[in-house]
């Protein structure tokens, strides 16, 4: 088969398999209150479904370490991509296929889980890979396209249940698992330089031994932190502030967030050339810091809701800076330091929601407490920025 030689179709394939991410992990919690009426599946079953999935893409984050490199990038996105087509346009038959419909969607998540668990660990050290200028930059836009991809799954299903009713989900499935079916075959062909050298990258236990490396996963889990305490919750807190609903809800919450956190990461790449990562980096944790205290205090709707929006403009360089971080403050880290991030991300990315239920449970319900809890998590990210530069990065350094 013919390869084509242009790395910005490399680049091109990397975006959708970020979009492709998107829709497996928002997709489906879109239709969780129309999975319960149609398949009289409990609520308590239903709200398990995304922690399964993530749950699962921790393993496959993990495991990732230690296969990928032995059976190759290629044909491991090709098989993501495989698995995402196959679970998301599961989500339509499946649940008709078995006996119990709650199997047939947990089988669903088990496929598109382990498809967006391998996008989230290849995706970016393939792009890291290709010959291209201004990595920090370019990793930065590639991160944007996850953003913009949850925009697109959030909006562009409200306004199909809109058009055709809710109870048209099935087709909708099938049209969004068209995505990453066009992305198998751009995988199939485009060009994937090696993310190191044979026999260079660093191994697990390499890393584990690095203290550098640990501090870097400080950062990735203050990221996943940072970012998913409010974006899991923008939608209730939006609900809940304004007294909206849950349609304008999901649009003024998580779907804003996800907006907002693209643009930043779009400016960032603009400016990458004339502004220090780092310093980048630790003013939106300061802003961060910020928005989660206007969330948690502010008595005004209209400021608690500016807080949660500008939340997604301080979280958007926090995950790919501390990846473009890594490749340039521990180079050689390989497959595995990319694996180990994003188990890193995803743990704080599991942190942080749960830490904000906790919190909210033990202040009679307060949203608004919860959220004011996950302060610690931008606190933390801004004193492992500093320590980062003090000892790893130079205050000079670009």
Same mark, same amino acid.
């Given at each position: 088969?013919?390869?084509?030689?242009?790395?910005?179709?490399?680049?091109?394939?990397?975006?959708?398999?970020?979009?492709?991410?998107?829709?497996?992990?928002?997709?489906?919690?879109?239709?969780?209150?129309?999975?319960?009426?149609?398949?009289?599946?409990?609520?308590?079953?239903?709200?398990?479904?995304?922690?399964?999935?993530?749950?699962?893409?921790?393993?496959?984050?993990?495991?990732?370490?230690?296969?990928?490199?032995?059976?190759?990038?290629?044909?491991?996105?090709?098989?993501?991509?495989?698995?995402?087509?196959?679970?998301?346009?599961?989500?339509?038959?499946?649940?008709?296929?078995?006996?119990?419909?709650?199997?047939?969607?947990?089988?669903?998540?088990?496929?598109?889980?382990?498809?967006?668990?391998?996008?989230?660990?290849?995706?970016?050290?393939?792009?890291?890979?290709?010959?291209?200028?201004?990595?920090?930059?370019?990793?930065?836009?590639?991160?944007?396209?996850?953003?913009?991809?949850?925009?697109?799954?959030?909006?562009?299903?409200?306004?199909?249940?809109?058009?055709?009713?809710?109870?048209?989900?099935?087709?909708?499935?099938?049209?969004?698992?068209?995505?990453?079916?066009?992305?198998?075959?751009?995988?199939?062909?485009?060009?994937?330089?090696?993310?190191?050298?044979?026999?260079?990258?660093?191994?697990?236990?390499?890393?584990?031994?690095?203290?550098?490396?640990?501090?870097?996963?400080?950062?990735?889990?203050?990221?996943?932190?940072?970012?998913?305490?409010?974006?899991?919750?923008?939608?209730?807190?939006?609900?809940?502030?304004?007294?909206?609903?849950?349609?304008? &809800? +999901? *649009?003024? %919450?998580?779907?804003?967030? @996800? !907006?907002?956190?693209? =643009? #930043?990461?779009?400016?960032?790449?603009? /400016?990458?050339?004339?502004?220090?990562?780092?310093?980048?980096?630790?003013?939106?944790?300061?802003?961060?810091?910020?928005?989660?205290?206007?969330?948690?205090?502010?008595?005004?709707?209209?400021?608690?809701?500016?807080?949660?929006?500008?939340?997604?403009?301080?979280?958007?360089?926090?995950?790919?800076?501390?990846?473009?971080?890594?490749?340039?403050?521990?180079?050689?880290?390989?497959?595995?330091?990319?694996?180990?991030?994003?188990?890193? &991300? +995803? *743990?704080? %990315?599991?942190?942080?929601? @749960? !830490?904000?239920?906790? =919190? #909210?449970?033990?202040?009679?319900?307060? /949203?608004?407490?919860?959220?004011?809890?996950?302060?610690?998590?931008?606190?933390?990210?801004?004193?492992?920025?500093?320590?980062?530069?003090?000892?790893?990065?130079?205050?000079?350094?670009?």
């Amino acid at each position: 088969m013919l390869r084509r030689t242009n790395f910005q179709h490399t680049m091109a394939a990397c975006y959708l398999g970020y979009i492709t991410q998107a829709i497996a992990n928002n997709f489906a919690p879109l239709l969780f209150l129309t999975f319960q009426s149609e398949f009289g599946i409990p609520l308590s079953q239903i709200a398990a479904l995304s922690s399964i999935n993530f749950g699962i893409q921790l393993v496959v984050d993990f495991l990732s370490a230690r296969f990928v490199d032995r059976i190759g990038y290629r044909a491991c996105m090709v098989g993501a991509h495989v698995c995402n087509t196959i679970g998301i346009a599961g989500l339509a038959f499946f649940p008709s296929l078995t006996p119990d419909p709650f199997a047939g969607l947990l089988i669903a998540v088990f496929f598109y889980a382990i498809g967006g668990g391998l996008c989230e660990v290849l995706v970016s050290p393939i792009a890291e890979a290709c010959p291209t200028e201004k990595k920090d930059a370019q990793m930065s836009l590639l991160h944007s396209f996850y953003c913009w991809g949850v925009v697109a799954v959030v909006g562009l299903s409200t306004a199909y249940f809109a058009a055709f009713g809710v109870g048209a989900w099935r087709a909708l499935a099938c049209l969004w698992a068209i995505v990453p079916l066009v992305n198998i075959f751009n995988f199939l062909i485009v060009p994937i330089n090696p993310v190191t050298a044979e026999g260079e990258g660093m191994g697990i236990g390499a890393l584990l031994r690095t203290k550098l490396f640990w501090l870097l996963a400080l950062l990735m889990v203050c990221s996943g932190a940072s970012e998913l305490s409010m974006s899991q919750w923008a939608s209730a807190f939006t609900e809940s502030a304004l007294g909206v609903a849950k349609s304008v &809800g +999901d *649009l003024a %919450g998580p779907c804003a967030f @996800a !907006l907002l956190m693209g =643009s #930043a990461r779009m400016f960032y790449a603009k /400016l990458s050339d004339h502004v220090d990562l780092t310093k980048f980096m630790l003013l939106s944790g300061g802003l961060c810091v910020v928005c989660y205290l206007l969330a948690g205090l502010s008595r005004s709707p209209v400021l608690g809701l500016l807080g949660c929006g500008l939340c997604g403009l301080s979280v958007g360089i926090m995950w790919p800076g501390t990846f473009s971080v890594a490749t340039v403050a521990l180079r050689g880290g390989g497959t595995a330091m990319f694996a180990l991030l994003a188990l890193a &991300g +995803d *743990l704080g %990315g599991s942190l942080g929601p @749960a !830490l904000v239920s906790a =919190s #909210a449970q033990l202040a009679d319900g307060s /949203l608004k407490a919860g959220l004011l809890a996950a302060i610690v998590f931008p606190a933390l990210m801004i004193l492992g920025l500093v320590l980062l530069r003090k000892k790893y990065w130079g205050v000079d350094r670009k």
